[in-house]
């Protein structure tokens, strides 16, 4: 996408095509389902305290990292591979910021149904099993605050879970909007405009907002803001 927005030739091989298919869709649907884990790493840390060093050990989360990813693999290879075998109907053209499966498919010609199926199941096993993990260990996470009787444990807890609450929101309103209706009835501006909240916004806010719980970063930004303001203070007063 990027190499496109600075180039007046907009083409891709069908190679790379494939090739963008099958990353995109691999990182996507593993960071669905590591998002999940990480729902489950808030839950254990905040309803669990006293346990989370032997519970959340390494051996742990090494093996819960590689059943995620390659789950991912497996799922995102066999759709994708089931969508590339489509013809294409002599169409050549893809109106969208990059090679999608919604959008490939949508231009692909043939019998669909099964092909739309089967990317519905696999979205809604990608999107649905970690969004129950998510809803339940907040809901856990939700009885045990409410249990908290100081204000400054609440605090706490709500702020070791605001980060990821953040980006679930904001990762998981695109594809459930996008992928969990057939590709036949999107229209056509729909995929473009969802793909720059998951493709631009979201990556671009991740390190925002995670990093913003170190208090470090913390002192580092009110020490600039306090300079900026300060420094337009100084300017406005020597101008009168």
């Not at 095509?17 to 995109?24: P, T």
């Not at 590689?66 to 489509?86: A, D, N, P, R």
């Not at 519905?120 to 409410?146: D, E, W």
């Amino acid at each position: 996408m990027l190499f496109n927005l600075g180039s007046s030739k907009k083409t891709i091989s069908y190679l790379g095509c494939a090739v963008q298919l099958y990353i995109f869709h691999v990182m996507g649907a593993t960071e669905c389902l590591l998002l999940g884990i990480m729902s489950f790493d808030r839950y254990v840390a905040i309803c669990r305290p006293l346990h989370y060093t032997l519970i959340m050990n390494q051996h742990l989360c090494l093996l819960l990292s590689s059943i995620m990813w390659l789950t991912g693999v497996i799922l995102v290879f066999s759709e994708v591979t089931l969508t590339l075998q489509l013809p294409l109907c002599g169409v050549n053209k893809l109106d969208h910021l990059f090679c999608e499966i919604s959008v490939l498919m949508k231009t692909s010609c043939g019998e669909k149904e099964a092909d739309e199926l089967a990317l519905f199941l696999v979205c809604t096993f990608v999107l649905a099993v970690p969004l129950c993990l998510i809803l339940f260990s907040y809901g856990s996470i939700g009885h045990t605050v409410l249990k908290i009787k100081s204000s400054g444990g609440s605090k706490k807890a709500l702020g070791t879970c605001s980060s990821h609450l953040i980006v679930v929101s904001l990762f998981y309103g695109p594809p459930i909007i996008l992928y969990l209706q057939p590709p036949s009835s999107i229209s056509r501006d729909q995929p473009k405009f969802l793909a720059l909240f998951y493709v631009v916004v979201t990556p671009t806010l991740n390190p925002f907002i995670y990093t913003l719980r170190n208090k470090d970063v913390k002192r580092a930004l009110t020490k600039v803001l306090r300079r900026t303001s300060s420094s337009k203070f100084s300017l406005g007063t020597s101008c009168q």
